[in-house]
C-alpha cells in the first residue's frame, strides 16, 4: 500500500497481467475495534460511484473490511491520487447482476470464487461520493 500511495496508484494500482482490473485503496474503521484500516481491491465503476466484492476470494465468510463498512458506512477511498469520501452501501437486488457482470468480465476468477463460497451470496458494495 506504500509503493501505490507513493506511486498514486502506478504501483500496485492494476491487478498484475490485467491492466483493466484496477485496484483502489479503502480505508475502514473496525468494526468492534474502532482501529482505522487499509484494504487494497479490485473495483468496478457504477456511475459516479464505484463498487467492490466481499468476495474474500470464496472463503465461507465475509471479509472483516464488509463487517467494518456495515457498522461504520462513511469512509474514503484512494484511486491513484484521488482521495475520495463516500458513503458505502450494499447493492441492491436490481444493481447486483449488472454490477456481478462487470466484475466477472473484469476477470473470471469472481465465478470461482461464488462456487468456491460454498453458497454465501458475494456481498457486492457501492461507494458512493459524499
Known sequence: ???????GGRIGGHMPGRRH???????HVGAKSGIPRTSPLLYVDAGAAVAIAASKAGQPHHPAWY?????HPDTTIRIGTEVRPVRA???TAAEYPDLWREFVTM???YEFYRRQAGGRTIPLVVLEPR
Open 107 to 109: 476477470t473470471p476468477d
Open 1 to 7: 500500500m506504500a509503493l501505490y500511495r507513493w506511486s
Open 89 to 91: 452501501r450494499v447493492a
Open 67 to 71: 463487517h467494518n463498512l456495515l457498522a
Open 21 to 27: 482490473a484496477r485496484i483502489l485503496l479503502l480505508d
